[in-house]
């Protein structure tokens, strides 16, 4: 609820956020879906209407974390979030962020 509210704040709506769930790779932690349930994500994708909200699992262990890219490769979702940090900050200085190959 706190994350609702500060999402919501004025100084904060166009800024972007990324959630990080990490430890993803361990089998003792919540599931994506349960934290989407138990954090509201869903509701705090409808509050952010800009583009610069994210929820990316991460893990710091090698292939713990992966997603398919457009072209059915596997990527660590480490870079998903590197390129996202790349792209927020490009976009923060107002230059064209570079087409990503992640995607």
């Known amino acids: 609820l706190e994350l609702c509210e500060l999402v919501s704040h004025p100084a904060i709506t166009d800024k972007p956020i990324c959630v990080v769930l990490t430890k993803q790779d361990h089998s003792l932690v ?3 879906q349960e934290l989407e349930l138990v954090m509201h994500l869903t509701d ?9 909200f994210a929820v990316l699992e991460v893990s710091a ?6 997603a398919v890219d457009s ?4 990527i660590d979702t480490a870079l998903l979030l ?6 927020a900050k490009l976009t ?11 995607s």
């Open 82 to 87: 590197l390129d996202w940090l790349v792209e």
């Open 44 to 52: 705090l994708q409808r509050e952010c209407t800009h583009s610069g």
């Open 92 to 102: 923060a200085l107002r230059l064209q962020p570079p087409l990503s190959k992640l």
């Open 71 to 74: 072209n059915g490769r596997k």
């Open 61 to 66: 262990v090698p292939g713990g974390c992966e």
């Open 30 to 32: 919540l599931s994506r």
